[in-house]
Nanobody, 125 residues
Framework: QVQLVESGGGLVQAGGSLRLSCAAS????????MGWFRQAPGKEREFVAA????????NYADSAKGRFTISRDNAKNTVYLQMNSLKPEDTAVYYC??????????????????WGQGTQVTVSS
């Protein structure tokens, strides 16, 4: 079992920045990849970014490339999502998710076994 707790969401103006954190407990954090997803009202869950267990490989949705950075600190059992140049269309609940193994960094949410409760990000225009 893995427990995930997100934090760092909030209200920010367009063009601003936020850093989301996701603290993990349970299974050895360094043994699984981590991902970030988001879901806006009335829309399907959407992949944002993912990182391998080692932190050496990352993957981003096109909407996140160049603006968002995923990173992890295995000593702190935490994964981060630095979001810059935020846009109103980034408004959503952001979820972190623990992958089934160390390598998968794709956007298929079925490959992620454990999910946090989500943190709200609201970007005003």
């Amino acid at each position: 079992q893995v427990q995930l707790v997100e934090s760092g969401g909030g209200l920010v103006q367009a063009g601003g920045s936020l850093r989301l954190s996701c603290a993990a407990s349970g299974r050895t954090f360094s043994s699984y990849a981590m991902g970030w997803f988001r879901q806006a009202p009335g829309k399907e869950r959407e992949f944002v970014a993912a990182i391998r267990s080692s932190g050496r490989s990352t993957n981003y949705a096109d909407s996140a490339k160049g603006r968002f950075t995923i990173s992890r600190d295995n000593a702190k059992n935490t994964v981060y999502l630095q979001m810059n140049s935020l846009k109103p269309e980034d408004t959503a609940v952001y979820y972190c998710a623990a992958g089934r193994g160390p390598y998968y960094t794709g956007g298929d949410f079925r490959q992620y076994d454990f999910w946090g409760q989500g943190t709200q990000v609201t970007v005003s225009s």
